[in-house]
């Protein structure tokens, strides 16, 4: 829908202001360059992620991004690298458990019908 749209374009938007905030021009051009596939890939999690556990993934996310916004406002670069290993690696687990989920209601499905009932 628009809001989840929008809601993904913010994101992407706020990964590549992350960058900018780098000063790291070499980082800004790739981010740049590669912002329709950094806005598909955030759209495509944050659809996985939001689809079985919306509300608490939403807040988590929200406190990952204010804390690293807050460590970048407050200069400290060791907390930002902290916030955003953090960030990334929930975001990796997440994702590989969804997935895992995933396979395993797909092999159960195929498996033959029991005859407990």
């Known amino acids: ?10 994101d992407a938007q706020f990964h590549l202001a992350i960058a900018e905030a780098s ?6 051009q ?5 912002f329709k596939v950094v806005l ?8 996985v992620m939001f689809r079985l556990s919306a509300p608490r993934t939403v807040q988590e996310l929200t ?3 204010q804390s690293l ?5 407050d200069g400290d670069p060791q907390r930002a690298r902290e916030c955003i290993g953090e960030h990334l690696e929930h975001v990796r687990v997440s994702l590989q458990q ?5 396979a395993r ?13």
């Open 63 to 65: 406190l990952q991004h």
């Open 23 to 28: 000063h790291n021009l070499v980082l800004v």
């Open 30 to 34: 790739v981010m740049q360059s590669l």
């Open 40 to 47: 598909s890939t955030v759209a495509h999690n944050r659809h």
């Open 1 to 10: 829908d628009g809001h989840s749209e929008l809601a993904a374009r913010a």
């Open 105 to 117: 209601l797909e092999r159960s499905m195929r498996l033959p019908p029991s005859d407990l009932a």
């Open 69 to 73: 916004m807050q460590a970048i406002l």
């Open 98 to 102: 969804l997935d895992e989920d995933q």
